[in-house]
């Protein structure tokens, strides 16, 4: 009798409010971490053995708010490279306490047993916002992108942020990377970018002379557009398919 309660129940709050039983039903352990870049193997060994020699004192939120300051401080040192470019090794160092931060968190909750899914997606997620358009912010000021292409790769990030977490919702599948390429291979190769930045900031490309960052950023706003449609098509067409309507 209690067991036919408990159904009736559950049945009835599916009837009322599915929008709300099914946000109850993905907060679950459904949600599937996909992470597939290139160096997520060799990423996730280093993160656990850094997790496991850190000082109890150091929790989580610590490195949670290590890395949304180096991302603004970031976003800092490329408005300051407007003066001076050496702000720009600034950025390399920014980047590199950035991925400590923010990579580690969740790897020294999760060595720790102290996992708290629904508190750390949130806040992580708002964090990389906020240090999104923290960084883009920067750039559009430093004077090595135009601002309006730098406005480009923040729309871009955003859209791409929202795809995921509206996948994670309706298809319990929380997307870390794409097409092999992750936060971790963004860093790296935006730091590489600033290293030659640094010593060469003008590039000769089709038959002229460019901004390097210009360059840059226009092939990665193109790479990412085609991502963000790619992937939005992909979860469209997967959940026409698992939710047809009966006949």
Not at 53 to 82: E, N
Not at 138 to 158: E, N, Q, R, T
């Amino acid at each position: 009798m209690a067991t036919l309660r408990s159904r009736n129940m559950t049945d009835l709050r599916k009837q009322v409010n599915p929008g709300v039983w099914m946000e109850t039903k993905m907060r679950g352990p459904e949600i599937v971490r996909v992470q597939e870049s290139w160096v997520a193997a060799w990423e996730k060994r280093v993160l656990v053995w850094i997790a496991q020699r850190i000082p109890k004192r150091i929790g989580p939120d610590h490195l949670t708010l290590l890395g949304f300051m180096a991302q603004l401080s970031a976003g800092a040192c490329y408005a300051l490279a407007f003066w001076n470019r050496f702000w720009l090794l600034g950025v390399i160092v920014c980047l590199a306490l950035n991925w400590l931060g923010d990579s580690l968190d969740g790897t020294l909750a999760r060595v720790r047993h102290t996992l708290r899914p629904r508190y750390g997606f949130y806040v992580d997620h708002m964090v990389d916002s906020f240090g999104g358009v923290a960084l883009m912010g920067g750039l559009a000021l430093s004077g090595y992108m135009h601002p309006w292409i730098a406005i480009g790769l923040l729309i871009a990030f955003l859209m791409l942020s929202i795809q995921s977490y509206l996948a994670t919702h309706t298809l319990g599948e929380f997307r870390l990377s794409f097409w092999k390429f992750g936060p971790t291979e963004l860093r790296i190769l935006l730091a590489v970018g600033n290293v030659a930045l640094f010593w060469k900031p003008r590039v000769h490309f089709v038959g002229g002379q460019y901004r390097l960052f210009d360059v840059g950023g226009v092939i990665g706003l193109a790479g990412m557009t085609i991502m963000l449609v790619f992937f939005t098509l992909q979860n469209t067409v997967r959940l026409y398919r698992e939710e047809r309507i009966s006949q």
